[in-house]
């Protein structure tokens, strides 16, 4: 007889019975996928304050999955918000080889609905159980080639071998696409994204990279840094972890310190930093033992829980100020650099470093000495200031034939309104000059250092072409993405690079004549050709392109040659 094991036989578990992989492997073990899913699915059975539904698509045949834990049962977004509940996203596996956040949430959601731990009324979990499916699905033991643990463990790249946490605002991926549209609907307060560090050892178990609070903005900034991040870490102390900033030092040892790590709107938690929302990014440390590093993912969520709730009206409070506040900035910052003016002293615990000769090569050799301990008070650069700013217009406008940014700012719930009839308006055209383009990254070749110059123009706009007021709450996206020369923006990712080439030319003998003629009929054209000569040596030894130049001043040259396609209507017409 054929047997089909295991196919429909019902698995129902007690709450006893519900330990996790982890827990049963003596904290060397990580659930994989499928098993992670279904432990969320017997713990909806059991308890009715938890509930796993499906949040959209991914790169794979699974569906990505959000597990709720609300201590009232009640499962409304809305209703939550009505409730002044402190909503707390949860992201687990962005990079799948760092799953310490996987079994750490198993362990936190379970505890919470056995009342293990006491969640407090006012606060709701949104824990993403596994983000990089894909990933997590290319499971191994040899992709993080230094880190201490688990046994097996998925890889960084998702099914398009992507690092997801570079996709927020390209959003090449549809886990990145299902859970920006999961993020709008929750508009979470905090959101959590759990790592595991790369880099130098030291003594620290757990690391924290908190958004940089300048570039949060001024009240939410002060708030988190002036008070939750200090409660943070004074909670955690108490529970018996020293906790240090992610520690971005490269190229040298950590006891000279280093600045904090600047997240742009590409990763996770600075794109949520866009939309006014608490983000961290917890980086327990590779060279700790599986073990201890999921026990401190746990706790230091267990931290997060309770400040947020105890802080609930202070966090509610500072997210509504600043969106206030926001609304009425007529510049934007959209580029930042570090301010080494302010520079902070912090405790930091590390392990005496040295060179030694490399038994690989035989040149010398980085090492640390972990019977070296020392605790020293370091260097850290904490205030960022802004390099760049933009003047927020009225309005931006984009027109109809570019549905893959039209797309991506509907998925972030931007408000746009399309026009009704065709009309000709005057906007801000912005023209880029230069730009530098990088080697592949993440399946872009991505611009930087973009040149522009921006003039007014009477432009056709035509009926279904977009107008996106600034006045809303996506404001800071929209100026993010939409500005040419910001570092993230749509032009930098390369969807506009169709601009950048021209449709049409012209056969040189044949515009010899027509140029000529023009010269005679245009004497500002004949002017400026004249001054070009007079300026640049090498432009008067050559024929082509003087010739290319009068073509360009010329009524054939394409006007959406290098023209942005993205305008701005500005206050004051
Ligand atoms: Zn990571």
């Known amino acids: 007889m054929l047997c089909i094991c295991g196919l429909s036989i019902p698995f129902i578990a007690s709450a006893q019975e519900m330990a996790t992989r982890f827990e049963k492997s003596g904290g060397t073990q990580s659930s994989p996928y499928t098993e992670v899913i279904d432990f969320y699915h017997q713990l ?5 304050t938890v509930k796993i539904v499906e949040a959209g698509g991914t790169d794979t045949r699974h569906p990505l999955h959000v597990v709720y834990y609300s201590q009232d049962k009640q499962f409304d977004i809305e209703t939550w918000k009505a409730d002044n509940k402190v909503i707390l996203l949860i992201n687990n596996a962005i990079h799948p080889g760092e799953p310490d ?4 949430s198993m362990m936190l959601l379970r505890n919470a609905a056995t009342g293990k731990i006491n969640m407090p009324e006012n606060i709701v979990l949104a824990v993403i ?12 033991s040899h992709s993080r080639a230094n880190q201490n643990g688990p046994e097996e463990y998925g890889f960084r790249g998702s099914a398009q071998n992507l690092d997801l946490n570079r996709d927020f605002i390209k959003l090449d991926a549809k886990e990145t696409q299902s859970l920006i549209r999961l993020f709008h609907r929750l508009d979470p ?6 790592h595991v560090s790369n880099g130098a050892d030291y003594q620290h178990i757990m690391t924290l990279l908190s958004t940089q609070h300048n570039k949060l903005g001024g009240t939410m900034g002060q708030y988190l840094h002036n008070i939750f991040e200090p409660a943070i870490y004074a909670d955690m102390k108490q529970k018996g972890y020293d906790l240090v900033p992610y520690v971005n030092h490269w190229g040298h040892t950590p006891e000279r310190g280093w600045i904090a790590f600047h997240e742009g709107p590409r990763f996770a938690s600075g794109f949520a930093t866009l939309f006014q929302t608490y983000s961290f990014v917890p980086e327990t440390h590779m060279l700790k033992p599986f073990k201890q590093r999921v026990e401190a993912t746990y706790t230091l969520m ?5 400040l947020a709730s105890k802080n609930a009206a202070d966090i509610r409070r500072t997210r509504k100020a600043e969106r206030a506040a926001t609304a009425d900035l007529m510049t934007l910052p959209i580029e930042w650099k570090v301010d080494t003016t302010k520079p902070d002293k912090i405790e930091f615990r590390g392990y005496k470093s040295g060179y030694k000769p490399s038994e690989v090569s035989g040149k010398p050799r980085l090492y640390y000495d972990r019977q070296q301990p020392y605790t020293t008070q370091v260097t850290f650069h904490n205030y960022y200031k802004p390099v760049l700013q933009a003047d927020v217009p009225k309005a931006y406008v984009i027109q109809q034939g570019w549905p893959k940014v039209i797309r991506r700012l509907k998925w972030n719930g931007v408000k746009m309104q399309a026009l009704e009839r065709d009309t000709t308006i005057n906007l801000s055209v912005t023209y880029i000059d230069n730009y530098e383009t990088a080697k592949p990254y993440e399946g872009h070749y991505l611009h930087s250092k973009v040149k522009a110059h921006t003039v007014a123009r009477q432009i056709k706009l035509l009926k279904g072409d977009y107008l996106i007021p600034t006045n809303q709450k996506a404001e800071r996206y929209i100026v993010e993405t939409l500005e040419p020369t910001a570092p993230d923006a749509f032009f930098a990712w390369g969807f506009f690079d169709a601009i950048l080439q021209q449709k049409e030319g012209f056969s040189d003998y ?9 010269l005679k009929s245009t004497p500002e054209l004949r002017r400026m050709l004249k001054e070009k000569q007079q300026a640049d040596t090498a432009f008067a030894k050559d024929g082509e392109a003087q010739l290319e130049f009068v073509y ?5 040259y394409e006007p959406v040659h290098m023209r942005y396609p993205v305008y701005k209507l500005e206050w004051q017409q």
Request: overall charge negative; glycine content about 10%; cysteine-free.
């Open 44 to 48: 909806d059975k059991q308890h009715g």
């Open 101 to 104: 956040g996987i079994d750490a």
């Open 129 to 140: 159980p596994v983000f990089n499916i894909g990933g997590a699905l290319d499971r191994g």
């Open 189 to 194: 307060d905090i959101f959590i994204d759990n």
């Open 302 to 306: 267990t931290s997060f829980i309770s």
């Open 510 to 518: 044949v515009f010899e004549d027509e140029a000529a003629e023009l």
């Open 552 to 556: 360009q001043h010329s009524p054939y």
